[in-house]
């Protein structure tokens, strides 16, 4: 029987590390799921279809800044593994203000941005003014939620997961108690539901400053400016690669679920909201697969700056095996409860409709992508965030683009076919590039 390595990552360290992420992360498409279906039981199906396209839009502007909080967390974690807690207080410090800038950045060009990018998505005329009313207002809180990025991906960095989650379910409960008041009490419909956002990210910024506060304090560690770190020159241009690379990367993958919207918005109005209830569930999927890719992020990362290649080696073979047992039973979830779930979405017969006519597209998403998700973790960790842009290039204009093109006939079908597609060989392009790295051995199992 093989003895373990005192350093190789167990099983249950990485269920530590991932169950409080799993259940965060399937607390952030609340907010979209909330929007969705309390709008999809109004008598009109304009204000989904306004919150699918305004939310898209979000998602490719808001999204492609996800490079903070994936940044954040791994060079924390390899700071934590080297024990240079100096460069801890200069990342958060750095990354922070790095979110500051963005985020009034995008207030001060939002009005410019905005009526052009969704003239490009080109939904039908009744829904553009709502979906623009809805991203200018979500727009408000840009400087907050890119501030949260980087604060939950400092908690993770330190391989703490449960900040993160008590962080996250106070944002996205208030969300739906906000949305409930707004959409329903107050009758706002699409505006609402961009209030209720904005409050809660809003509240959620403030909690996790003050969350960061305290935990500092009871470890005994100066929030002070360690100014040597923060304004290192070298330091500074680490920083900017790995964020230009996880920029690269992020923005071609948004770019893919933009153009998914746009062309739902082209395919009509029921094809726009039922894809976006399909959407919605892809977004749990996605959430429920990166719990174990943030537990390979913190585990990898942490192994990283320790040297510890058998600890390196063990997080990424157990997390996987974890990802895997994780998309059979989301698969089997789906199967299973198809009707149940559409109904949670809509009562509109015309999307119901829709939505059970391509839903089978869903039961497998799980299965094809995971390892995707899951290789995602170990390369942000490793700190071998180039590969994932250029796979990530590969993807998009080697496999999406060409099948869309060539499956135009079929049409929304068509559609899923390439982002299905799509999604499983960003898992492949990874693994290559993985064993012509570093060679995984599978007997740390």
């Known amino acids: 029987m093989r003895q373990k390595s005192k350093s190789e990552v167990s099983h249950s360290q990485i269920f530590h590390l991932a169950w409080p992420m799993i259940i965060s992360n399937l607390t952030v498409p609340l907010l979209g799921i909330v929007d969705t279906a309390i709008l999809g039981h109004l008598d009109n199906s304009i204000y989904l279809a306004a919150v699918a396209t305004g939310s898209g839009l979000l998602t490719f502007l808001l999204w492609s800044f996800g490079f903070l909080k994936m940044g954040t967390s791994g060079i924390v974690a390899r700071a934590y593994g080297a024990k240079d807690f100096n460069q801890i207080i200069a990342c958060l410090w750095q990354s922070g203000t790095l979110a500051l800038v963005l985020g009034v950045a995008l207030l001060g060009v939002q009005w410019l941005l905005f009526p052009v990018l969704i003239k490009l998505i080109n939904p039908n005329p009744e829904v553009f ?35 993160p989650l008590l962080l996250l379910v106070v944002i996205n409960v208030l969300n739906i108690i906000f949305d409930y008041a707004f ?20 509240l959620g910024c403030l ?3 003050v969350l960061i506060y305290r935990f500092l304090l009871n470890d005994g560690i100066e929030l002070k400016v360690p100014f040597a770190s923060v304004f290192n020159k070298s330091a500074f241009r680490k920083l900017f690669q790995i964020n230009s690379d996880l920029f690269i990367r992020t923005s071609f993958l948004l770019g893919v679920l933009l153009f998914f919207n746009s062309q739902s918005a082209r395919l009509g109005q029921d094809i726009l909201s039922a894809n ?18 943030h537990a390979a992020e913190a585990l990898v990362g942490k192994a990283t700056g320790a040297k510890d290649d058998r600890a390196f080696q063990s997080a990424c073979v157990k997390s996987g095996i974890w990802a895997l047992i994780t998309a059979i039973a989301l698969s089997i979830v789906l199967l299973i409860g198809q009707s149940s779930i559409i109904q949670l979405f809509t009562d509109i017969p015309s999307v119901m409709a829709v939505a059970e006519q391509y839903y089978f597209w ?8 995971f390892l995707g ?9 490793w700190g071998e965030v180039k590969f994932m ?12 683009f060409p099948v869309w093109y060539l499956t135009q006939s079929m049409g929304n079908h068509g559609l899923w076919l390439a982002f299905l597609l799509f999604n499983f060989f960003r898992g492949v392009s ?6 012509s790295k570093k060679r995984i051995n599978l007997g740390v199992i």
Request: a neutral charge; glycine letters at 10%; aromatic letters at 14%.
């Open 207 to 209: 909690l996790g400053l």
């Open 362 to 369: 869903l039961i497998g998403f799980a299965l094809v992508s």
């Open 430 to 435: 990874l693994l290559v590039f993985l064993n």
């Open 129 to 163: 003014p709502l979906a623009l009313e809805y991203a200018q207002i979500r727009m408000l809180a840009a400087p907050f939620t890119l501030a949260n990025y980087v604060i939950v991906g400092w908690f993770i960095g330190r391989q703490n997961t449960k900040i």
């Open 389 to 400: 842009r250029i796979s990530m290039i590969f993807c998009t204009l080697g496999v999406f």
């Open 373 to 381: 998700y899951h290789l995602d973790g170990i390369f942000i960790g």
């Open 183 to 202: 959409i329903v009490g107050w009758d706002l419909k699409s505006e609402g539901a961009a209030w209720a956002s904005v409050l809660a990210d809003v």
């Open 276 to 293: 976006a209830i399909l959407l919605q569930i892809v977004a749990v999927i996605s959430y429920g697969l990166d719990g174990f890719a």
